[in-house]
């Protein structure tokens, strides 16, 4: 499956990359969201995906924050 795939590369990554990852997608979705306003949207489901990637990442932020302690 693709999502293990970018699971397994998201938790080879250091927590420094994750935040560098978290900004972007973060600057993704802002951009599909401001072209869904403006109609300009074809795949609407890439907002989902882009969603449902930034949870993940925090996610695995969240558990190395965990495991540092």
Do not use: C, H, W
Request: glycine share 2%; hydrophobic share 40%; proline share 0%.
């Amino acid at each position: 499956m693709k999502t293990s795939a970018y699971l397994e590369e998201l938790k080879s990554l250091t927590v420094t990359d994750l935040q560098a990852r978290l900004v972007d997608a973060k600057k993704e979705l802002f951009n599909l969201r401001f072209q869904n306003a403006t109609n300009q949207l074809d795949n609407t489901s890439r907002i989902k995906e882009v969603r449902k990637n930034i949870a993940r990442i925090q996610t695995i932020i969240t558990q190395k924050a965990g495991a540092a302690e």
